[in-house]
């Protein structure tokens, strides 16, 4: 049962990296980014109310206490995070770089425009 | 008659560039250094020698300063051939001219230099044995032949120079390279070339440490 929601996790965390790093648009990767946070304030604000719910939840994973599947959990949001942010460092790397070439070409006399002349 | 442009990219080569650039102008007359945002005064050195000067504001990285330059290259509209070259005098200038004018004699799109094609060069086992790993590694995933993928001599034409697009800007860019040419399927040469190992290229070129480096970014496959 244990080895099941170690699939379950590890595919969970393999689709939604790639889904994420995929590039799509900005606006669907804001989309997954909140439902995802809407999904842990909904789980979070139910866990205060009902202390027992995390662990009869996990109990059905075969996980023996609640916590370890908040565990389980914050390995896959940290997976997600480590992947959304690489793609976003990219992102910013390739920006930079452009912007930075853009200004050394332009700064940089052209000697066949005189020779042309 | 075509334009070739000699592309070098440099940072903090202060202390080597500008007799490399004395050495190829009487061959070449267009050689552009890209200034990587040293620290020392290259870009002075480099310019007051005889070659254009391109300064990206802040450091980039080499994969990026090589684009820059090839960027930088493709403005001029009589452009034959472009050859990349390292700061450090590691290459030699007639390996450098034969290179261009098999591009310029329209035998390839890309004429790729290789030290594993004659026994001139002098290298360490432990370094050819890296080497050859890594040329071995990027024969497996790309199919091409090339024995010596982490040479920084190539000499290629306009049509590949706006076809390679490097975003890679560290080290990885020399595997993002041939990946592009695998994608791009050009006319391929390689050409036996000379390194020159000398005190100051062994201080400062790819140490044996940067060799895991590279090896782990093309295993890892290369990002």
Request: net charge positive; with cysteine; glycine share 8%.
């Amino acid at each position: 049962m244990k080895i099941l929601i170690q699939v379950i996790l590890i595919l969970s965390v393999i689709i939604i990296s790639l889904a994420l790093m995929r590039g799509g648009s900005n606006a669907r990767h804001l989309a997954i980014r909140r439902l995802l946070l809407g999904f842990f304030a909904i789980v979070a604000a139910l866990s205060i109310f009902f202390p027992n719910l995390l662990t009869k939840v996990a109990g059905w994973f075969g996980i023996g206490r609640g916590t370890d599947l908040v565990l389980y959990g914050v390995v896959v949001m940290l997976l997600v995070f480590i992947a959304t942010t690489y793609q976003r460092y990219r992102a910013m790397e390739i920006s930079v770089t452009k912007l930075a070439r853009r200004i050394a070409i332009d700064e940089t006399p052209k000697p066949w425009e005189v020779e042309g002349r | 008659m075509k334009r070739t442009w000699i592309v070098i990219p440099m940072y903090n080569e202060g202390t080597v560039v500008g007799d490399v650039v004395r050495s190829l102008q009487p061959t070449f007359g267009h050689v552009v250094c890209v200034d990587d945002g040293s620290s020392d005064d290259s870009a002075a050195i480099a310019a007051a020698a005889g070659a254009v000067v391109v300064s990206h504001p802040i450091n980039l990285g080499q994969g990026a300063a090589l684009q820059t330059g090839i960027e930088y290259a493709l403005q001029d509209p009589e452009l034959g051939c472009i050859v990349t070259f390292d700061a450090d005098g590691q290459h030699r200038v007639v390996d450098a001219r034969d290179m261009a004018n098999r591009v310029l004699a329209d035998e390839a799109d890309i004429v790729l230099g290789s030290r594993f094609l004659d026994d001139r060069t002098q290298l360490s086992r432990m370094k050819r044995l890296v080497l050859k790993t890594a040329a071995f590694q990027s024969k497996l995933s790309t199919g091409l032949d090339l024995t010596d993928a982490h040479n920084g001599l190539r000499a290629f034409n306009p049509y590949v120079a706006r076809n390679i697009k490097l975003t890679q800007n560290r080290m990885a860019h020399a595997s993002e390279l041939v990946n592009r040419l695998a994608d791009l399927k050009p006319r391929y040469l390689e050409h036996p070339v000379e390194i020159i190992y000398t005190d100051y290229s062994k201080a400062k070129g790819q140490s044996l440490l940067n060799a895991v480096n590279i090896l782990v970014e093309l295993f890892m496959g290369q990002r």
